[in-house]
């Protein structure tokens, strides 16, 4: 494995590369050209430069995330194939500057739902949660409203003030989408845009839905093992891979994350890993990443992805807010660092342990 931190870029983020390079271990980021919208065209001397900035500081790019795809490649609309045109030539683009992992998501109008951005917990430091019963209680436009307060003056990924101001249109676009057709227009984009993955080796990663079942009424199609594996065989090329986020897939208690991973050997290409705590199976919060703080046995996790010889890059994922630190929620540096400390360890420990019983 390759262990990397998220970073949004120069303009975005509260964290800058060098403090990335000073964590043990951290070699690459994984980043995005964060000003482009979904359907949008990235040209080669724009990542070409990303490219440039991020060895400046003596590190590589070892994924993309993301390259979001539109809402008209996901609802089927008629603009669907000229951004599935700019998906390609983007795609090659950042083969043409040695990049290889791209990973997207194919959630319909929100990228991921939490409740509240800084849930205080007993020691103090704030975490991202999820409760049902809010949900329940919003209506869809009034979502982002209720958290745009916590956002500490940063812009999150799938939250942008454009994006949500027109939250209605979206809704309306999805309206007569069930799980059956967005399945198929995820199919459609994976089967036109393999043969530049082949040409260029790039290995698309689909992240989970997140939380991992229907939030506002709208279909959720990667949310558990049978679903995943029916996108594997239906597109089955190796390019045709998965993010392997615990946080997402973990959100359904019924899903056995060490299994899920065993079943999709050869198919994951980047893990996101992450622990939650759960109140209730439908009130969780985002924990520490060590095992005892959640619900997840962190070394069952890391172990299943050191035993199905995975290699791909792997970050720790939303962290606490702590220290006092002041940062996008879930992206702070501290505690991030402290979660690939700890994944780092947990490697050492699982790799050292197998070679001895050799
Ligand atoms: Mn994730």
Request: charged fraction near 25%.
């Amino acid at each position: 494995m390759e262990m990397t931190l998220r970073w949004y870029g120069s303009k975005y983020d509260t964290v800058q590369l060098w403090q990335i390079r000073q964590i043990p271990g951290v070699k690459g980021v994984i980043t995005t050209l964060y000003n482009k919208q979904p359907g949008e065209l990235w040209e080669h001397d724009e990542i070409r430069a990303l490219r440039k900035e991020v060895a400046g500081d003596g590190l590589k790019i070892a994924g993309i995330e993301s390259v979001n795809v539109s809402d008209a490649i996901k609802a089927a609309t008629p603009d669907r194939d000229l951004h599935i045109e700019n998906y390609i030539k983007t795609l090659e683009n950042l083969g043409k500057e040695d990049i290889h992992l791209v990973c997207y998501n194919f959630m319909p109008v929100f990228d991921w739902t939490r409740t509240e951005l800084a849930r205080k917990r007993e020691d103090g430091s704030t975490v991202l949660a999820y409760k049902q019963e809010a949900v329940d209680a919003l209506v869809p436009e009034k979502m982002f409203e209720t958290l745009a307060e916590d956002t500490n003056g940063t812009v999150m990924p799938g939250w942008e003030p454009e994006r949500m101001g027109h939250v209605k249109e979206l809704f309306e676009l999805y309206k007569d989408i069930d799980e059956e057709k967005l399945f198929e227009n995820l199919v459609y984009f994976l089967k036109a845009i393999m043969p530049v993955c082949n040409k260029y080796d790039i290995k698309m990663a689909i992240h989970p839905d997140d939380p991992a079942w229907p939030v506002f009424g709208l279909p959720r199609i990667i949310n558990n093992e049978q679903n995943i594996l029916k996108l594997m065989n239906a597109v089955d090329d190796v390019h045709n891979g998965v993010t392997f986020c615990s946080g997402s897939y973990g959100t359904n208690l019924e899903n056995d994350l060490p299994h899920m991973i065993r079943v999709l050997k050869g198919r994951i290409h980047f893990a996101h890993v992450r622990n939650l705590k759960f109140i209730s199976p439908t009130n969780f919060e985002e924990a520490a990443h060590l095992s005892e703080d959640g619900t997840f046995d962190m070394y069952e996790i890391v172990r299943a992805l050191y035993e199905t010889g995975f290699d791909g890059p792997i970050r720790p994922d939303h962290g606490r807010m702590i220290w006092g630190e002041v940062a996008m929620p879930g992206y702070g540096l501290y505690d991030r660092a402290l979660g690939a400390t700890y994944i780092n360890g947990l490697w050492e420990a699982i790799e050292k342990g197998a070679r001895a019983r050799k």
